[in-house]
């Protein structure tokens, strides 16, 4: 199919917390920005359908359009939870107002933004984690099988690590150093607390305490080591990433910046600076599959 | 208070998922013994109770004595769930058909009972893992806060180790070797399947992984990676004890045997044998309460 000269390209960026989209041109200029909630398939496929119109709604308000444009608009879906199957053919069994619709998962479309719509791979350091990469036809993805087993060098876990030393600390174990202290602070002050603390908190929640390993990374010895495990983690992947034919690797997601410095001298030397955000990959997305 | 000439002993151990009852003479001669369902008293101080009365009518009944022999019964109960104040005043408020009960934790009679009612400290390694100390007046107890962040050595961390390791492999980060395998078939065959299973487990599921890695730390190394760092926070939980003045510390629990060979030469050093069980220290603590 080719679009029509007044088409309208969509890129969606929809994750566990928020749904951003942006409305580009034929040339993939911006035009307008919309924010909206949710948007996990694991979650339902049609919430998640309906936080992309949503927020699609709000980029074509915010670019001075009405909602007959929607008919003229091409997306291109980056959504969370899409990656087994199940999730993806809920997802696109949803009906959807607009022109055409690619959908694909929310890491897919961080590394099209990473590498300009180009071929490479992304390891993504948020609250999880996951590494993808892109060659041709041909895809991999590595670990981001969830905060209790996987997501290595996500911040869950290692705000998880964090409250694990604060309790052997705590205990006489390990010193009692500013992590500890901090980290024990934050769930109640004492061990006690701490479990109930545990017994309420989720994947974000221990998400909350990785500040405080980044925090005392300079004078603290146990948070240094544990963002150095933590880096070695991340190191790995990207080096599984390279290995297997990426041959641009790009750090993205909220702990990208922490990790940087203190990965290992080989994935230092495949690393690639990303030359945009995902929602420039789902931009291109939507202009790539619009076009024949 | 001096117990009459006819009174009965009766020790209780009351855990996660049983409570065991064992009725003694005033010399400690077993004169039978009963079984019931969980007694942990922070799922509910009064199912905690109840199930300890239930499992000394059994021990009563399998005595040959009837429920009139309640009378002369002073009970030595070491319940889950009883360390934190909440759940220990909860179960002290609770009725009950003794003649006097002395209530304790299951981990403070595990430590009696291996010590034959006197000083010393014990490190329990079952699904959970706790370790404790006495003597005379003063106690301490360390780690056990829970499977999340605690509970080093323990076979539910052991097991979701396993899940790490086996997921890394399946993904290439790590070499496939039998651990690996037999892992991820018991969680459903690949990581799709595994995120589902992790979904449903608590600590009991992952305890059942942990059997994998006993069986194949002879010829797979990344099990005998992962049982020799368990072992080693099993030697810092010893070697703590010993530190704070546990003459002898011994090793109970369910995987007592798996960890013993592997503790480091300093926590070998100060291990002691059991000298019995924490039936035989919950009767002990009856013997010891009922008598001035």
């Given at each position: 199919m080719?679009p029509?000269p007044?088409a309208l390209?969509?890129?969606?960026?929809?994750?566990?917390t928020r749904?951003?989209?942006r409305l580009?041109?034929a040339q993939g200029?911006?035009l307008?920005?919309?924010?909206?909630?949710p948007a996990n398939?694991?979650?339902?496929a049609?919430a998640?359908?309906s936080?992309?119109?949503e927020?699609?709604r709000?980029?074509?308000?915010n670019?001075g359009l009405?909602?007959?444009a929607?008919g003229?608009?091409?997306?291109?879906?980056?959504?969370?939870?899409?990656c087994?199957s199940?999730g993806?053919?809920?997802?696109?069994?949803?009906?959807?107002?607009?022109?055409?619709?690619a959908?694909?998962?929310?890491?897919?479309?961080?590394?099209?933004?990473?590498?300009?719509?180009?071929d490479g791979?992304v390891?993504?350091v948020?609250?999880?984690?996951v590494?993808?990469a892109r060659?041709?036809d041909?895809e991999?993805?590595i670990?981001?099988?969830?905060?209790?087993a996987?997501?290595d060098g996500g911040?869950?876990?290692l705000?998880r690590?964090a409250?694990?030393h604060?309790?052997r600390?705590?205990d006489?174990?390990?010193p009692?150093?500013p992590?500890?202290?901090?980290t024990l602070e934050?769930?109640?002050?004492d061990p006690?607390?701490?479990?109930a603390?545990?017994g309420?908190?989720?994947?974000?929640?221990f998400g909350t305490?990785?500040?405080k390993?980044v925090a005392h990374?300079?004078?603290?010895p146990?948070a240094?080591?544990?963002?150095?495990?933590?880096?070695?983690?991340v190191?790995?992947?990207?080096?599984?990433?390279?290995?297997?034919?990426?041959?641009?690797v790009?750090l993205a997601?909220?702990?990208?910046?922490v990790?940087a410095p203190?990965?290992?001298r080989?994935?230092?030397a495949?690393?690639?600076?990303p030359?945009?955000?995902?929602?420039?990959?789902?931009v291109?997305?939507?202009?790539r599959?619009?076009r024949?």
């Open positions: 080719s029509e007044s390209f969509l890129g969606v960026d929809g994750g566990g749904c951003r989209a580009a041109d200029r911006p307008g920005e919309g924010v909206s909630g398939a694991r979650r339902g049609g998640a359908i936080a992309c119109v927020a699609a709000a980029a074509l308000a670019a009405d909602q007959d929607f003229r608009v091409h997306a291109g879906l980056g959504l969370a939870g899409v087994q199940a993806r053919e809920a997802a696109l069994a949803e009906p959807h107002p607009f022109a055409s619709r959908l694909t998962t929310d890491f897919a479309i961080a590394c099209l933004g990473a590498h300009g719509g180009g791979g390891v993504i948020g609250t999880g984690s590494a993808y060659t041709g041909h991999i993805r670990g981001g099988w969830g905060f209790e996987s997501d911040g869950a876990p705000g690590e409250l694990r604060a309790l600390a705590a006489g174990l390990e009692f150093g992590l500890a202290r901090d934050a769930v109640g002050g006690e607390a701490a479990v603390w545990v309420a908190a989720g994947p974000a929640e305490l990785a500040p390993v990374a300079d004078a603290d146990a240094a080591a544990l963002l150095d495990e933590a880096a070695a983690r190191s790995a992947l990207a080096l599984r990433l390279a290995g297997w034919g990426a041959e641009r790009a997601g909220g702990l990208a910046g990790y203190r990965l290992s080989d994935a230092q495949v690393l690639a600076t030359l945009g955000d995902p929602l420039d990959g789902a291109a997305l939507a202009l599959s619009a024949p």
